[in-house]
Nanobody
Framework: QVQLVESGGGLVQAGGSLRLSCAAS????????MGWYRQAPGQRELVARI??????NYADSVKGRATISRDNAKNTVYLQMNSLKPEDTAVYYC?????????WGQGTQVTVSS
């Protein structure tokens, strides 16, 4: 199993930045990708994803404003978001993908005020 703990959410003004962190523990070696998703009222959507063998994916809505990165030594994945907009307001969830399935963190609230 994989356990995920997110941090870094909060209230930020439009145009501001924040960095979300997702620390993984447990069966780290089973993880082949990690991603950040968000959920406002409605469906949960992919924000960014990093594949451990190489490669990243971004939602069109955050391209150019978001960067996903990974610190192997800390078993942590980060999501740096800049030029935040009110429509970025959501609960942000971290997900670890393994051969046995996906694991989710508890989520962290991001609120962008206009």
């Amino acid at each position: 199993q994989v356990q995920l703990v997110e941090s870094g959410g909060g209230l930020v003004q439009a145009g501001g930045s924040l960095r979300l962190s997702c620390a993984a523990s447990g069966s780290i070696s089973s993880i082949n990708a990690m991603g950040w998703y968000r959920q406002a009222p409605g469906q949960r959507e992919l924000v960014a994803r990093i594949i451990f063998g190489g490669g990243t994916n971004y939602a069109d809505s955050v391209k150019g404003r978001a960067t996903i990165s990974r610190d192997n030594a800390k078993n942590t994945v980060y999501l740096q978001m800049n030029s935040l907009k009110p429509e970025d307001t959501a609960v942000y969830y971290c997900k670890a993908e393994t051969f046995r399935g996906g694991y989710w963190g508890q989520g962290t609230q991001v609120t962008v005020s206009s």
